[in-house]
C-alpha cells in the first residue's frame, strides 16, 4: 500500500477492489438526515451539542442491530446499516437502530429531519477536518455549489451486491446498466427538496440539481461501456484529485491535477501516489451508482419518517429480482432514447426539476412500483413493508407527485 503506483496497476486495483463478484444477496441502506431543534427548525445546531446528542448511541453496543454513526459537514448524521442478508432483514435492523438514535436526539430537543435540503439554513461547517477543509476549496473553484451540497444536504444510499459474472439479469454488467436506468426514476420518485431559504426553486430535488452542477468528472454516470469495470476505471483515473493526505492540516490537491496525471508522475514536487492513495480518491468520488465492491445508488433524496423504507424496497425488488427487473428495463426504455443504452443528462435534470410530472418519468414511476409490489408479494415481503410501498405508490406515484409536492402545496397555503 506504501509503494509508487505504476499505472496499469492503477487500473487493475479499481477493477478488482469495485467489482466484487458473487450471488446478488445482501442489501444495506444508509440514511441521512439534517439536524433541527424540536422548538426552532431554523436555529443552528453546534458542535458540541451533537457531540452531546450522539455520545450515549456511540459507545459499543449501543446501537441495537450494529449501525454506525457517523456525522456530515454541515451537522447532517448518518446511519449506515451493516449488510443483511435479504431485505426484510435489512429493513427490520434499520427501524431498530433507527428509533434507537431517535429517542437519542428527542432526549436532547432535536429532530432528524428527512429532507434533501435545508429549507431554511445555511449552516456553516462544524467539521474542522483536512479532508472537508480541502474538499471545500476544491469546490469553491467552480462555484457554490459545493459547499450547498457538504452543509445543507441529506440523502439516503441504498447498497446492493454487485452481481455474478453471468451475462443475465443477475451478473454485474446488467445490474451495473439497471441501476442507472433506474436512477432518475427513483430521483423523481421520491424528489423531497424543492424549497430553498424558505422559496421554491424551481426543482422538486435541489439536492439532485445540486450534484448535477457541480464538477462533472467526479458527479456524473461514467460514459457507457460494455464492461462496467473498464468505464470505471478510466472515470477513477481520469477523475481529478480532490485531496491528497498528508501529515499536516493541508490536504488540498493542485488544481487540474487528475489522478492519471498523478500516477504519470506529472506533478512537479508531489510523490507519486501509492495504492492507500487510490482508495483514498476513490472515496471522494460522488457518481449516482457508485461501485465500492458493491453498488451504492446515491440519487435519491432523504426521506420523511418511516418513509425510508420505500425506496430501499423498490431499489432492491428492481434489482434482485429477475422479473422487476426486466420490466424495470421496459420502464426505463423510454428515457433512454435513440437507442441509447442509459438515460442521458436531460433526463437525470428533467427528473431533478419536474419529478414524476413529467410525462416519460411518472410512466417509468409507475411501472416501477407495480413490478416492485409484484416482486414483493412473490418473496413473501413482510405484510407491513408491502403496505408501505403499495401506500406510497398510490398517495405520490399514481398521481404523477412525489414528496416535494407536499411541501409546495404546504407553502402555498401560508
Known amino acids: 500500500m506504501t509503494a ?15 467489482f466484487k463478484t458473487g450471488p446478488p444477496m445482501r442489501t444495506g441502506v444508509e440514511l441521512e438526515w439534517l439536524v433541527h431543534d424540536r422548538s426552532d427548525p431554523r436555529k443552528l445546531i453546534t458542535a458540541d ?31 449506515s446499516s451493516p449488510p443483511a442478508g435479504s431485505l426484510a432483514e435489512c429493513v427490520e435492523a434499520m427501524a431498530a437502530d433507527v428509533a434507537a438514535l431517535r429517542e437519542a436526539m428527542d432526549r436532547a430537543g432535536l429532530v432528524l429531519t428527512g429532507l434533501g435540503l435545508d429549507p431554511y439554513r445555511t449552516p456553516p461547517r462544524i467539521l474542522d477536518d483536512p479532508r472537508y477543509t480541502a474538499m471545500e476549496c476544491f469546490f469553491d473553484r467552480e462555484g457554490p ?47 423531497n427538496s424543492p424549497l430553498s431559504d424558505g422559496r421554491p426553486t424551481g426543482w422538486v430535488s435541489t439536492r439532485q440539481a445540486t450534484w448535477g452542477a457541480m464538477d462533472a468528472g467526479r458527479t456524473r454516470p461514467p460514459d457507457h461501456d460494455p ?20 501529515a499536516g492540516a493541508d490536504w488540498t490537491a493542485p488544481p487540474g491535477l487528475t489522478f492519471r496525471d498523478w500516477v504519470r508522475g506529472k506533478a512537479p ?27 451504492e445508488l446515491r440519487m435519491t433524496d432523504a426521506q420523511a419518517g418511516d418513509a425510508w423504507v420505500v425506496p430501499t424496497a423498490l431499489a432492491a425488488a428492481l434489482l434482485d429480482d429477475p422479473v422487476a427487473a426486466d420490466a ?54 413482510p405484510a407491513a413493508l408491502r403496505a408501505a410501498v403499495a401506500a406510497f405508490a398510490e398517495r405520490y406515484a399514481e398521481r404523477g407527485r412525489c414528496p416535494a409536492h407536499d411541501q409546495l402545496d404546504a407553502l402555498s397555503r401560508v
Not at 447498497?159 to 443477475?170: E, R
Not at 419536474?354 to 412473490?378: N, Q, Y
Open 328 to 381: 424495470a428495463y421496459a420502464a426505463t426504455e423510454p428515457l433512454c432514447p435513440d437507442g441509447q443504452p442509459l438515460p442521458p443528462d436531460d433526463i437525470w435534470r428533467r427528473a431533478a426539476r419536474i419529478g414524476p410530472a413529467d410525462p416519460d418519468l411518472g410512466k417509468a414511476v409507475r411501472a416501477c412500483f407495480t413490478a416492485a409490489e409484484s416482486a414483493l408479494a412473490r418473496t413473501d415481503s
Open 145 to 191: 455549489w459545493g459547499r450547498t451540497m457538504m452543509r445543507r444536504t441529506a440523502s439516503l444510499q441504498v447498497n446492493l451486491d454487485s452481481g455474478d459474472d453471468s451475462g443475465g439479469i443477475t451478473g454485474y454488467r446488467q445490474r451495473w446498466e439497471l441501476a442507472h436506468r433506474i436512477g432518475p426514476v427513483l430521483v423523481a420518485a421520491f424528489a
Open 227 to 246: 464492461d462496467p469495470r473498464a468505464a470505471w476505471a478510466r472515470y477513477a483515473l481520469d477523475a481529478h484529485v480532490l485531496c491528497i493526505r498528508g
Open 4 to 18: 509508487e503506483l505504476p499505472e496499469d496497476e492503477a487500473e487493475a486495483h479499481v477493477r478488482g477492489v469495485c
Open 269 to 295: 514536487g508531489l510523490r507519486r501516489p501509492t495504492a492507500a492513495d487510490l482508495d483514498y480518491h476513490l472515496s471522494t468520488l460522488f457518481p449516482p451508482v457508485r461501485p465500492r465492491g458493491w453498488l
Open 49 to 79: 451539542r451533537l457531540d452531546a446528542a450522539l455520545a450515549p448511541v456511540e459507545v459499543p453496543g449501543a446501537m441495537p442491530r450494529g449501525s454506525r454513526i457517523t456525522r456530515e459537514p454541515g451537522g447532517q448524521v448518518e446511519l
